[in-house]
């Protein structure tokens, strides 16, 4: 069975979710947002083993706590390498949109490329990358079949979908990618980057 927790954090109110199999406790960190320290403080309630931190897409509201996880827990960071030039300039972004200067990680190098990367296991629980271009080039949902459990980032929310007016995005990239995911089961409960959860069915009715 795979269980997962959200914990929603920081400025800009993104939702981290804590991803893990019930029997062998072994967790992903999807989305850890801006405070490693206090989602930390959360896996060691639960006495999760964290198998790695893995993001949907590069932007800083995303990613900011994935260093400190990554040094806490030394485990891999996952990310598209599409995405590698948003976590460059994470810091002139996280300024612009929070209008002040914060401490950015210095990420070295992706671990694990999530581009080229079709699933993960946690336990017995196989958690699938499916590549959702257009929010940004390298955008990633992850998708559990079994428990239908999608966790969609920044490509699709609860009555919208993500923003493509950035100069890297692409509204006919992410339409594809929407028309990909609504092929999933209709009961696949979706939980989004930001806001409330919805299902594959409800937002299939918005878009198609």
Known sequence: MLEYEKLLIGEMETNC????????KECLVIDPADDGVSISEEINNKKLKV???????????????????KLIYNVD????????????RQDETAKHFLKKEIQVPNFI?????????????LGEETI????????????????????KLLFSGDTLF?????????????TEE?????????KLEKDTLVLPGHGEETTIER???RYF
């Not at 190098?109 to 296991?121: A, G």
């Not at 699938?128 to 428990?147: A, D, L, R, W």
């Open 17 to 24: 979710y804590l991803v893990w199999d019930e029997d062998s």
């Open 203 to 205: 937002e299939s009715k």
């Open 109 to 121: 190098k992706i671990d694990i490329d999530l581009d080229k990367t079709k699933e993960f296991k």
């Open 77 to 88: 960071f996952g990310c598209s390498e599409k995405d590698a030039f948003l976590l460059e």
């Open 128 to 147: 699938e990358i499916i590549k959702t271009p257009g929010h940004t080039p390298g955008s990633v949902c992850f998708y559990n079949k079994k428990n």
């Open 174 to 182: 992410i339409f594809k990618s929407l028309k990909k995911l609504m």
């Open 51 to 69: 198998k790695a931190v893995f993001l949907t897409h590069g932007h800083f509201d995303h990613s900011l706590g994935a260093l400190d996880l």
């Open 158 to 170: 609860a009555g919208c979908r993500g923003r493509t007016d950035f100069k890297y995005g692409s």
